[in-house]
Structures are given as structure tokens and as C-alpha cells.
Antibody, heavy 121, light 110 residues
Framework: EVQLVESGGGFVQPGRSLRLSCVAS????????MHWVRQAPGKGLEWVSG????????AYADSVKGRFTISRDNAKNSLYLQMNSLRTEDMALYYC??????????????WGQGTLVTVSS | QSVLTQPPSASGTPGQRVTISCSGS????????VYWYQQLPGTAPKLLIS???QRPSGVPDRFSGSKSGTSASLAISGLRSEDEADYYC???????????FGGGTKLTVL
């Protein structure tokens, strides 16, 4: 059974940083691209970033480009999202999601339960 | 404003067939696969349809997907109360170099 467990969310002031983690199990982690998707309270889904199986390709939404950095450690079956210069509009539930192929061009087939990021002064 | 356009709401009575549309452009739906997700209240999204019309194991055959040109549709037949949820379409966008979503459709079972 595929399991994705996010952690690292919390309360942070605007301008500060936060690092999210996702530990994967139940599948061969380095066979798939991985993604971060967020959902602001009461709003729809927004793709944040994706990374190919071997970290050779990375893509970001324009809303986070230059502030967020996605990375993965295949030896640890882990995905990360380093979030810098956080803004109030980054406040959301952040989901880790498993891609369906090695490339981030194909959306997701499994999602974690999410970790909540609250940005407020 | 979402890149993919979905109706904000849809409704039906038990047993009915409901269709949810998803409209895009040549850079997303027109040239890439469409995925559909179901989000029950307070839970994470769940994959319903991949690659336009493929149902993952465990998804009832009451759910079906189709695509034509720059539009896609999700059909739910034999509507049940447990189908009440938010439904999202998604696709890769070649111009934006990212995955784009529809704004979501809230399905109510009357």
C-alpha cells in the first residue's frame, strides 16, 4: 500500500522559512516523479512543484518560483520542500503526491494527508 | 481564475447520471492527458480517472472519463449519496510548464 506522510508544517511569520518533508513507502520511490500540491482554506487545488525520479528535472509554479526549492533523497525515500520568504498567500495545506511516471509531466495517483502551513504576523 | 474551467456546482438525485465538464486549451487538455480527482469533505484528494479514461483498480465503473479536443468530461452514473464531494480535473500545461487544475465542482446528491 502506498503511503505518503508529510511533516514540517506549522505557524510562521511572513518572510520566514519552513522546510516540509514527506516520507514515502509501499512503492519503489526512485521509479517515480514526486510533487507538492497545496490547498488554501476553503479553496481549490494548486500545484506547487514537481521533481523527476532522479532530480534531473524540476518545475515550479510561477507563484513560488525563486522562493521554494524542491528536492528528494532516494536513499531515504523522502521528498522535501524548502520554503523561503513566506507570504500570507502561501498559507495552505501542503500535500505530497506521487507521480504516475518518472517525469513530472504526468499528474499524481496517490496523495498524503497533508501538513498545514500557517503564515501570519 | 483557474486555467481549466469547471462548473462550480452540479447536482443529481440518487440513481441519476451526472456529467462534469472541464474546458482547457491546446497547451493543456489539447495535448496532454487529463486526470480527475475526488475530494470527500475533510480528506485528501483521490485519483478517479487517469490518462483521460483509465480507472485505477478499486474505482467503481460508475465513474468514466472522456476527452475531445480541448475539453474533457467526468460522468458518474447510478449516483449515490457517498458521491457527494468536490471533483477536480488536472493536466500538464506545455506553455506554463506545470500541472494545472480546474477550480473544482461541488457535487450535491439531492
Amino acid at each position: 500500500e502506498v503511503q505518503l506522510v508529510e511533516s514540517g508544517g506549522g505557524f510562521v511569520q511572513p518572510g520566514r522559512s519552513l522546510r516540509l518533508s514527506c516520507v514515502a513507502s509501499g512503492f519503489t520511490f526512485d521509479d517515480y516523479a514526486m510533487h507538492w500540491v497545496r490547498q488554501a482554506p476553503g479553496k481549490g487545488l494548486e500545484w506547487v512543484s514537481g521533481i523527476t525520479w532522479n532530480s534531473g528535472g524540476i518545475a515550479y509554479a510561477d507563484s513560488v518560483k525563486g522562493r521554494f526549492t524542491i528536492s528528494r533523497d532516494n536513499a531515504k525515500n523522502s521528498l522535501y520542500l524548502q520554503m523561503n520568504s513566506l507570504r500570507t498567500e502561501d498559507m495552505a495545506l501542503y500535500y505530497c503526491a506521487k507521480g504516475t511516471t518518472v517525469t513530472y509531466r504526468d499528474p499524481f495517483d496517490h496523495w498524503g494527508q497533508g501538513t498545514l502551513v500557517t503564515v501570519s504576523s | 481564475q483557474s486555467v481549466l474551467t469547471q462548473p462550480p456546482s452540479a447536482s443529481g438525485t440518487p440513481g441519476q447520471r451526472v456529467t462534469i465538464s472541464c474546458s482547457g486549451s491546446s497547451s493543456n487538455i489539447g495535448s496532454n492527458y487529463v486526470y480527475w480527482y475526488q475530494q470527500l469533505p475533510g480528506t485528501a484528494p483521490k485519483l478517479l480517472i487517469s490518462r483521460n479514461n483509465q480507472r485505477p483498480s478499486g474505482v467503481p465503473d460508475r465513474f468514466s472519463g472522456s476527452k475531445s479536443g480541448t475539453s474533457a468530461s467526468l460522468a458518474i452514473s447510478g449516483l449515490r449519496s457517498e458521491d457527494e464531494a468536490d471533483y477536480y480535473c488536472a493536466a500538464w500545461d506545455d506553455s506554463l510548464s506545470g500541472v494545472v487544475f480546474g477550480g473544482g465542482t461541488k457535487l450535491t446528491v439531492l
